[in-house]
T-cell receptor, first 112, second 112 residues
Framework: DQQVKQNSPSLSVQEGRISILNCDYT??????FLWYKKYPAEGPTFLIS?????DKNEDGRFTVFLNKSAKHLSLHIVPSQPGDSAVYFC???????????FGAGTRLTVKP | KAGVTQTPRYLIKTRGQQVTLSCSPI?????VSWYQQTPGQGLQFLFE???????NKGNFPGRFSGRQFSNSRSEMNVSTLELGDSALYLC???????????FGSGTQLSVL
């Protein structure tokens, strides 16, 4: 059961432009959302998170937006850099549940 | 602080064999989660352990099992290997399974 969905397997953007990665979830109990970044042959690394009491969280070039009514979140990267090229995973968890669910990932390619 | 350590990095097995993967969490982390990553499927949750107890389990057959020791180190075992078990197996540790996870580099298992 895919409770967290990333419907775009890949995204290609030009350096300096905005990258927007999208994620949808089905479980209304989720209240904590995260984005992870993964390079080949490495484990995912935490990028940014947001709790359900907020609708936006920023960290430098990275901003995550949460729309609870639509069960949708997005990650904005501005400006995009070639080093951002990686697979990005959206993840979600619920308070009191002892697991975190991940989407299938979106491969971002930033072209110089 | 040392990160999450997984051994071995690579494994090649044949169908029908069994395999044991090891994970050492970050010092002080008592929660260890295991995920399977396959192309197009993202990270599929296997199970989570906390203080030697399995607290949650994903939708995998009983061939997949795990355990956690008193020092929080964890192992997962797959018996009667099938070709479809070929994947990257990732271990993650945290203070709590619903919080930010720290991943190891994974064990790449190939079943021939």
């Amino acid at each position: 059961d895919q409770q967290v969905k990333q419907n775009s397997p890949s995204l290609s953007v030009q350096e300096g432009r905005i990258s927007i990665l999208n994620c949808d979830y089905t479980n209304s109990m989720f209240d904590y959302f995260l984005w992870y970044k993964k390079y080949p042959a490495e484990g995912p690394t935490f990028l940014i998170s947001i709790s359900s009491i907020k609708d936006k969280n920023e960290d430098g070039r990275f901003t995550v937006f949460l729309n609870k009514s639509a069960k949708h979140l997005s990650l904005h990267i501005v400006p995009s850099q070639p080093g951002d090229s990686a697979v990005y995973f959206c993840a979600a968890s619920a308070l009191g549940n002892n697991d975190m669910r991940f989407g299938a990932g979106t491969r971002l390619t930033v072209k110089p | 602080k040392a990160g999450v350590t997984q051994t071995p990095r690579y494994l090649i097995k044949t169908r029908g064999q069994q395999v044991t993967l090891s994970c050492s969490p970050i010092s002080g982390h008592r929660s260890v989660s295991w995920y399977q990553q396959t192309p197009g499927q993202g990270l599929q949750f296997l199970f989570e352990y906390f203080s030697e107890t399995q607290r949650n389990k994903g939708n995998f057959p009983g061939r997949f099992s795990g355990r956690q020791f008193s020092n929080s180190r964890s192992e997962m075992n797959v018996s009667t290997l099938e070709l479809g078990d070929s994947a990257l197996y990732l271990c993650a540790s945290s203070t709590s399974a619903a919080e930010k996870l720290f991943f190891g580099s994974g064990t790449q298992l190939s079943v021939l």
